[in-house]
């Protein structure tokens, strides 16, 4: 049984990253306003991948049943202040230690508040273009072959090496940027958003919240390094390095609790 689900998994991963480096290489080789359908197909690849299996493992029902989970509202406000203060919390806790080390603050950025929370409302339903994929079919299947702390991690690495185009296409935002601090950073993120996920009995719209809010608050305290060009380094801001450190003390008291515990993908699909 375990086997099985596991392949299932396996497929989703194998098909979801055929699809979006398919249509970002489209994308980056393109130049009329139409690439940037190829671009979004990708973007959504693991939520479009992941409905299609759905569909083809329990038909409507069980597309149903995943899609529910976009709604699931109903928690505990800590978890709502969990979504969103975390990534800041993390940022602001960097740029602290910055100043103790350094004896200066590192750059902070100017994004109007406002515009932030504006922000986070709206993005929030475009992240179950992944999350959809990655929290809420990958992750029940794998960590009921390894545990929920295992698969946090394994599906963080995957989820990471996913963006990895991105980081040599000349035009985006990571592009020439450390993937070694980027991969670090989103590893840890992913055992936070499993404990989410967790905690919150299986609500993809929280992991969505905090998917959003991480996209645009961590540049409360940037860490990009202007004119990178090699994305295989481990040249990157101080900043950089220190949010990765609290990030992953953040991820060991996660892993921790999460001992011995796994998500159950029938239960998922009930």
């Known amino acids: 049984m375990q086997s099985s689900i596991l392949r299932q998994a396996i497929v989703f991963f194998v098909l979801t990253y055929a699809v979006t480096w398919s249509m970002w ?21 693991p939520a479009l991948v992941a409905l299609g299996l759905t569909w083809k493992e329990d038909g409507e029902p069980g ?8 709604f699931r509202w109903q928690v505990n406000a800590r978890w709502y202040l969990f979504a969103i203060g975390y990534i800041a919390t993390i940022k602001l806790l960097a740029a602290v230690a910055h100043r103790a080390i350094t004896g200066d603050w590192p750059r902070f950025g100017q994004e109007p508040l406002l515009l932030m929370v504006v922000a986070i409302m709206i993005s929030t339903w475009v992240q179950a273009g992944e999350e959809l994929g990655w929290r809420g079919y990958a992750l029940p299947r794998v960590s009921a072959r390894f545990g929920l702390g295992t698969a946090s991690v394994l599906v963080g690495i995957l989820w990471a090496s996913w963006h990895l185009p991105l ?16 991969l670090s950073q989103v590893t840890a993120i992913s055992v936070a958003m499993a404990w989410l996920y967790w905690r919150t009995d299986g609500s993809l719209l929280l992991v969505m919240l905090f998917h959003a809010a991480i996209n645009n608050t961590k540049d409360i305290v940037p ?19 220190l949010t990765v ?26």
């Open 25 to 45: 290489f489209g994308w980056a080789q393109m130049a009329s306003p139409a690439r940037w359908f190829l671009f979004y197909v990708g973007v959504f690849a």
């Open 63 to 70: 597309v149903r049943v995943l899609l529910a989970r976009i």
């Open 167 to 182: 980081f040599f296409i000349p035009g985006g935002d990571t592009y020439g940027q450390s993937f070694p601090l980027y």
């Open 223 to 241: 860490s990009a390094v202007s004119g990178a060009t090699n994305s295989l380094s481990l040249h990157a801001s101080f900043v950089g390095w």
């Open 245 to 270: 450190v609290f990030l992953w003390i953040c991820a060991a008291y996660f892993l921790i609790r999460m001992r011995g515990a796994a998500l159950d993908p029938i239960a998922e699909r009930a």
